[in-house]
C-alpha cells in the first residue's frame, strides 16, 4: 500500500487540465511563507527552480509537488490535499487570471498510514 503524502481534488485535476493546455507541464510549490508563499503555486514547469531546501512529496496529474523543508517538518505527519477555490490566488500562480486559486487542505495520516511512510522511508 503507497501512501500520497499530496493528492487533489477532482476540480484541481480539472483545473490543471485546462493549464497544461495553455502552457504545457505544470509544477507545485508550497514554500510556507507569508502572502502568496502560504499557497501552493502552479508554475509551467521551466519557470521555478527548486533547491536543495525543498521536498518533492509527490506528483499530481503528472505535475511534481514541492515543499520547503522547513514547512515539510510541520506538515509531515498529514497528506496534503489540493482543492482549488473561487477567488484571488497567488500572483505568480498560473490559475491566477481564471478567478481560482488553489488552496491547501490536509488531513493528519492515519496508524497504518504513518507504519507504512516509516517502512517505505527506510527502503529508501
Do not use: N
Amino acid at each position: 500500500m503507497a501512501v500520497d503524502k499530496v493528492t487533489a481534488t477532482d476540480a484541481t485535476l480539472e483545473l490543471m487540465e485546462s493549464l497544461k493546455k495553455r502552457h504545457g507541464e505544470l509544477m507545485f510549490h508550497q514554500s510556507g511563507g507569508c502572502c502568496d508563499g502560504s499557497a501552493p503555486m502552479c508554475f509551467a514547469a521551466d519557470e521555478f527552480k527548486v533547491g536543495d531546501s525543498d521536498v518533492l512529496l509527490g506528483e499530481i496529474s503528472g505535475a511534481p509537488f514541492y515543499i520547503s523543508k522547513d514547512q515539510y517538518e510541520y506538515w509531515k505527519h498529514t497528506q496534503l490535499i489540493i482543492d482549488v477555490v473561487d477567488g484571488r490566488g497567488g500572483m505568480f500562480s498560473l490559475e491566477g487570471p481564471e478567478g481560482k486559486r488553489f488552496l491547501t487542505r490536509s488531513r493528519i495520516f492515519t496508524e497504518d498510514e504513518r507504519e507504512e511512510l516509516k517502512k517505505e522511508a527506510s527502503i529508501v
